[in-house]
């Protein structure tokens, strides 16, 4: 599972075609300048402070 919007608003925003994402992957936007802090703090608070988790590492 990754971290892929820092909010409701961005991921509308990008749905509706208004944002341009640059960069690879889904947590691209944490490298983002605007979204940057907004990502870290979901990331700390959901997934200790990374952008992705791992659910199932044994399969």
């Known amino acids: 599972m990754e971290l892929m919007y820092p909010g ?4 509308l925003a990008d749905t509706c ?5 640059e960069g690879d992957g889904y947590s691209a936007l944490a490298h983002n300048p605007v ?5 870290l ?3 700390q608070q959901v997934f ?3 952008f992705a988790e791992e659910c199932f590492p044994d399969l």
Not at 8 to 11: K, Q
Not at 35 to 39: F, L, N
């Open 8 to 11: 409701l608003d961005v991921y």
């Open 17 to 21: 075609g208004l944002l341009t994402v």
């Open 48 to 50: 200790g402070g990374e």
């Open 35 to 39: 979204y940057a802090r907004r990502m």
């Open 41 to 43: 703090t979901h990331a």
